[in-house]
């Protein structure tokens, strides 16, 4: 499977984006997909994940209530809204797909990887 991330972009601190993933290839309702940023300096870290049908989420607590994942199949698109930013939200934000039934958040368990989007959160 093929993903495009796209949404980024500079917001002031308080603001709002909504990311995008379109996926192409296989079958989009068969991966769990999962949303990832890496900040200059830092590891990869899991910010959001959703189930293949979309019936579970999962997130990481820097981020809870504040960041929504969402998933249309019949769009193949996976969607990250992002309210209330922060400046230790800026990172790039990638979208990931995994073949697995449950939400992981190890970078490792996701097989293919969008090119990633920039987020820039200015305070």
């Known amino acids: 499977v093929q993903l495009q991330a796209s949404g980024g972009g500079l917001v002031q601190a308080g603001g709002s984006l909504r990311l995008s993933c379109a996926a192409s290839?296989?079958?989009?309702?068969?991966?769990?997909m999962g949303w990832f940023r890496q900040a200059p300096g830092k590891e990869r870290e899991f910010v959001a994940g959703?189930?293949?049908?979309?019936?579970?989420?999962a997130y990481a607590d820097s981020v809870k209530g504040r960041f929504t994942i969402s998933r249309d199949n019949a769009k193949n698109t996976v969607h990250l809204q992002m309210n209330s930013l922060k400046p230790e939200d800026t990172a790039v934000y990638y979208c990931?797909?995994?073949?697995?039934?449950?939400?992981?958040?190890?970078?490792?368990?996701?097989?293919?990887w969008g090119q990633g989007t920039l987020v820039t959160v200015s305070s």
């Open positions: 959703i189930s293949r049908s979309g019936s579970n989420t």
């Open positions: 290839g296989r079958t989009f309702s068969s991966y769990g």
């Open positions: 990931a797909a995994a073949s697995l039934y449950t939400i992981v958040r190890r970078t490792s368990a996701y097989e293919y």
